[in-house]
């Protein structure tokens, strides 16, 4: 079945790289995402990235995903206060209809 | 930029009563997706709708659940006869066939 795993808390100082990772069971996957969510708001989609691809960039963020390891990554460079928030990785079987399967998120504190 | 709204943003109920749960898609989306988030646990998948039908759904989503498009624009998720452990935050989310966008959710409390 599908097991996506994170770990709970990371913390930065303002302007250094966040890395946060996530790690999943299902070979089968097809599909993985990152979501945003702050205090009090949904689910913001942040990136997504095809299994058949390595890495992904835009702007700030890169996904990396090791599919012989299923660890997926994702670095936000020049991490800003803004950017505190909880981190949700999620994958996707792909058949049809993308059900996700969610991580138990990171948190994400910036420290001034 | 277009957005997924839900109503109401948060919802007190008796047990036993029945509620329905209220999303406004974003207008060019054909899939739809209802997902559940208890406190201090993981985003669960519940249902997903396609072609005005279910195209999946989670072994959370019994009898007791059902959703419709009741006119082509509204996307409800209704609980018959809710129980304590039905209390959670309910996301729904729209999308093409690879993004998923999430409204910002109705909080559902049962006492």
């Known amino acids: 079945g599908e097991d996506v795993e994170q770990s709970l808390f990371l913390s930065v100082r303002e302007g250094d790289s966040s890395v946060i990772n996530c790690t999943y069971t299902?070979?089968?996957?097809?599909?993985l995402y990152w979501y945003k969510q702050e205090p009090g708001a949904g689910l913001q989609l942040l990136t997504y990235i095809f299994s058949n691809m390595d890495m992904k960039q835009d702007q700030r963020l890169t996904v990396l995903l090791n599919k012989k390891d299923k660890h997926l990554s994702l670095r936000i460079a020049d991490t800003q206060t803004g950017d505190s928030a909880i981190y949700f990785c999620?994958?996707?079987?792909?058949?049809?209809?993308?059900?996700?399967?969610f991580g138990t998120g990171t948190r994400l504190t910036v420290i001034p | 930029e277009p957005e997924v709204t839900q109503t109401p943003s948060h919802q007190v109920t008796q047990m036993g009563q029945e509620v329905i749960l209220r999303c406004v898609p974003i207008s060019n989306h054909l899939y739809f997706y209802w997902y559940r988030q208890i406190l201090g646990q993981k985003v669960e998948f519940l249902v997903s709708?396609?072609?005005?039908?279910?195209?999946?759904k989670s072994e959370i989503f019994d009898d007791q659940f059902s959703v419709e498009r009741p006119d082509g624009s509204n996307f409800t998720l209704k609980i018959r006869s809710t129980k304590l452990e039905d209390s959670a935050m309910y996301f729904c989310a729209t999308g093409g066939q690879y993004e998923q966008y999430f409204g910002p959710g109705t909080r559902l409390t049962v006492t």
């Open positions: 709708f396609y072609n005005n039908e279910i195209s999946e």
């Open positions: 999620a994958e996707s079987i792909g058949t049809g209809a993308n059900n996700l399967f």
């Open positions: 299902d070979s089968s996957s097809t599909y």
